[in-house]
């Protein structure tokens, strides 16, 4: 089956350390995205990427760190310097920069404790 | 910058009531245009879209979008909503062409009761 993948569903961590969120693609899609999720708030883009090894920061980039070495993975880095990390973290896909119709994760939800 | 700004954050509705959702972009340019919904305990999923052309567009499950552009608008209806309908309904613009990205609204969730 063809879709995104985000891993883990869940995850935990302490105060102070760094975490890497996975976000894996096998549509072939060119441009990846990062949202954060928090109620009342929709969407927020932390990071996009629309072609292998080269990335734009979004609107709330502060505190996160990506990287695009491989067409098929966007994984997102949520540094000790993010004040609020506790959210719900989605990735999307689209087929180009051009066609932005974004094909979405289910999502990790952090926990920072 | 873009921007987009949904009208209603909770929607409460009974069956069969017609449901009309608010969204608003602000950005000079050609913009392409986006309706998804997230249902309960499932991810993103798009609900219909426009490019271009007729500005009114179809989408899934009855859904149905009007692209008005001197209003920068494009609002969502459902002249009948059912009790599946229960979701969360997000507006999302991005500018056609050049290097752009996909910005969304704050949502509107929708409650419909039986």
Not at chain 1, 82 to 101: G, H, M, R, V
Not at chain 2, 60 to 77: D, M, P, Q, T, V
Request: glycine residues 8%; proline residues 4%.
């Amino acid at each position: 089956d063809g879709g995104i993948t985000q891993s883990p569903k869940y995850l935990f961590r302490k105060e102070g350390q760094n975490v890497t969120l996975s976000c894996e693609q096998n549509l072939n899609h060119d441009a990846m995205y990062w949202y954060r999720q928090d109620p009342g708030q929709g969407l927020r883009l932390i990071y996009y990427s629309q072609i292998v090894n080269d990335f734009q920061k979004g609107d709330i980039a502060e505190g996160y760190s990506v990287s695009r070495e491989k067409k098929e993975s966007f994984p997102l880095t949520v540094t000790s310097a993010q004040k609020n990390p506790t959210a719900f973290y989605l990735c999307a896909s689209s087929i180009d920069k051009w066609n932005t119709e974004a094909f979405f994760g289910q999502g990790t939800r952090l926990t920072v404790v | 910058a873009q921007s987009v700004s949904q009208h209603n954050h909770h929607v409460i509705l009974s069956e069969a009531a017609s449901l009309e959702l608010g969204c608003n972009y602000s950005y000079g340019g050609t913009v392409n245009l986006f309706w998804y919904v997230q249902y309960p305990g499932q991810h993103l999923q798009l609900l219909l879209k426009y490019f271009s052309g007729d500005p009114l567009v179809k989408g899934i499950k009855g859904f149905e979008a009007e692209f008005i552009k001197s209003k920068f608008s494009f609002n969502l209806r459902k002249p009948s909503v059912q009790w599946s309908d229960t979701a969360e309904y997000f507006c999302a613009v991005t500018a056609s062409g050049g290097y752009n990205k996909l910005i969304f609204g704050a949502g509107t969730r929708l409650a419909v009761h039986p």
